[in-house]
């Protein structure tokens, strides 16, 4: 098998400038779930997805964990919310983000996708902003809980579907649950923002890109940016 290395993006905020959007469809379904109390920090959780998310708060409310059905049912409202509130509204790419992931696979970078979001919801993120991407190369959390989870699979689909061992693995996202994911799991990582959120990034340590308008820049900080520490 030929060892390459692995790019493993993030969608909202690092290449689809799509948290408002997604945030407003967030909030509007938890508060439709009239939990008794709700602490809507969404930070302050113990993982930063939307199922992982749900479930604390269903847990800290019922104390229990939902039930599949239970858990369905959030996915199927959260997806029909976000195609509501999104009607008519233009997703846009972070400057230059679909142009660079085609820029890496054309320079023999593998590329995946590890997302907080719903699967539909991302496709419709991805494909709004023109990026091109295999389904089994989308790993979200429709499928799986946790940050961590999410990129270790995504590392997984990418080895089955390019059939090789991924030699640098590089974690792209915006936020510091991106980082701490990367740090856990003993990756390289590359911080996207720009003000407060790529100053976080800045000071625990992270090299950050503003966009990705600059390929060859933001290809060298790819290549040189180190272990991910948290």
């Not at 799509?18 to 959780?45: C, I, K």
């Not at 295999?134 to 080895?159: C, G, H, K, N, P």
């Amino acid at each position: 098998m030929t060892n390459r290395p692995l790019a493993v993006f993030d969608i909202d905020g690092t290449l689809s400038d799509s948290v408002p959007l997604h945030q407003t469809a967030f909030l509007s379904v938890m508060e439709g779930f009239s939990f008794p109390s709700l602490n809507r920090d969404w930070a302050s959780y113990t993982h930063h997805t939307d199922t992982a998310i749900f479930e604390e708060a269903w847990s800290s409310a019922y104390g229990r964990r939902p039930s599949l059905e239970e858990r369905a049912q959030f996915h199927i409202r959260l997806e029909s919310e976000f195609e509501e509130i999104g009607r008519g509204r233009i997703i846009a790419e972070i400057a230059g983000a679909a142009a660079f992931v085609e820029h890496l696979r054309n320079a023999g970078w593998a590329v995946a996708f590890a997302t907080g979001g719903l699967r539909k919801m991302s496709r419709r993120k991805l494909t709004a902003i023109g990026v091109k991407f295999a389904d089994d190369l989308l790993v979200t959390a429709s499928e799986y809980v946790t940050r961590e989870e999410l990129v270790v699979q995504a590392i997984e689909a990418a080895r089955i579907h390019y059939a090789f061992t991924p030699g640098r693995v590089v974690s792209i996202g915006d936020g510091i649950w991106d980082l701490k994911t990367a740090a856990a799991l003993g990756l390289h990582f590359l911080g996207v923002g720009t003000g407060p959120k790529a100053e976080i990034l800045a000071s625990a340590g992270a090299t950050v890109v503003s966009d990705f308008r600059d390929r060859a820049a933001a290809t060298a900080s790819l290549q040189q940016c180190g272990l991910a520490q948290y």
